[in-house]
Structure formats: structure tokens, C-alpha cells
């Protein structure tokens, strides 16, 4: 059985910096697409950051320079480093892992409807202005 388990996250105020790691744990082979994804009220969950099990790495337009993804592949531990935070950064973030999702050419295939996704549990991230 495949776990995610995610940990960080808080308040901070804009112009601050927050971390956030995640572990994924089960599966039989390490060839997996981990990432973040967020949801803040009222809006549609979006991707913000993934890095594929050959170090492939995407990230969504808005956190572009800001945000930076990395990966200890001897923990399956992933990690989020977000600098620059902006009050439209709030939401509740999403660790993911998926075992036929993929990272080609700077092009994300993550289709929530194509299969299975294994989430964490979600932790909160306020930037006050």
C-alpha cells in the first residue's frame, strides 16, 4: 500500500520564504512522478511543482523563480523550498505521487482521470500581505 506523508508548511508574511518535504513510501519500484499541487478556496486545484524519477522537473507558471523542487531519491523524500511567498501563494498544499504520471521535454502528463494518484494529507500555507 502506497503512503504519502507530507509535513511544513505555516504563515509567513509576503516576501517569505517556507519549506515543505514528503515522503512516499510502498511503492515497488522507484520509477514515480512526485510533485505539489494546491487548492485554494474557491479556485480549482492546480499544479505547482513535480519531478520525475529521472530528475525531470515542472513547474507551474505562477512559481516559476520562486519556488525551487528537489529530491533525495534514497528516501523517496521530496522537498519544496518557496521564497518570494505572495498572499495569492494561500492554499492548502498537496503532496502526489503517481506511478504513470511522467515529466518529457518541460512538459507535464499528470491526468487525474487516467489513473491512480496517491495524495497526501494536506497542509495549510497563509502569506498575509
Known amino acids: 500500500q502506497v503512503r504519502v506523508e507530507q509535513s511544513g508548511g505555516g504563515s509567513v508574511q509576503a516576501g517569505g520564504s517556507l519549506n515543505l518535504s514528503c515522503t512516499a513510501s510502498?511503492?515497488?519500484?522507484?520509477?514515480?512522478?512526485m510533485g505539489w499541487f494546491r487548492q485554494a478556496p474557491g479556485k480549482e486545484r492546480e499544479g505547482v511543482a513535480v519531478?520525475?524519477?529521472?530528475?525531470?522537473?515542472w513547474y507551474g507558471d505562477s512559481v516559476k523563480g520562486r519556488f525551487t523542487i528537489s529530491k533525495d531519491n534514497a528516501k523517496s523524500t521530496i522537498f519544496l523550498v518557496m521564497n518570494n511567498l505572495k498572499p495569492e501563494d494561500t492554499a492548502i498544499y498537496y503532496c502526489?505521487?503517481?506511478?504513470?504520471?511522467?515529466?518529457?521535454?518541460?512538459?507535464?502528463?499528470?491526468?487525474?482521470?487516467?489513473?491512480?494518484?496517491?495524495w497526501g494529507q494536506g497542509t495549510q500555507v497563509t502569506v498575509s500581505s
Open positions: 502526489a505521487a503517481a506511478d504513470w504520471a511522467t515529466v518529457v521535454t518541460g512538459k507535464l502528463y499528470w491526468d487525474m482521470k487516467r489513473g491512480k494518484t496517491n
Open positions: 510502498g511503492y515497488a519500484y522507484r520509477s514515480y512522478c
Open positions: 519531478i520525475d524519477s529521472d530528475g525531470s522537473i
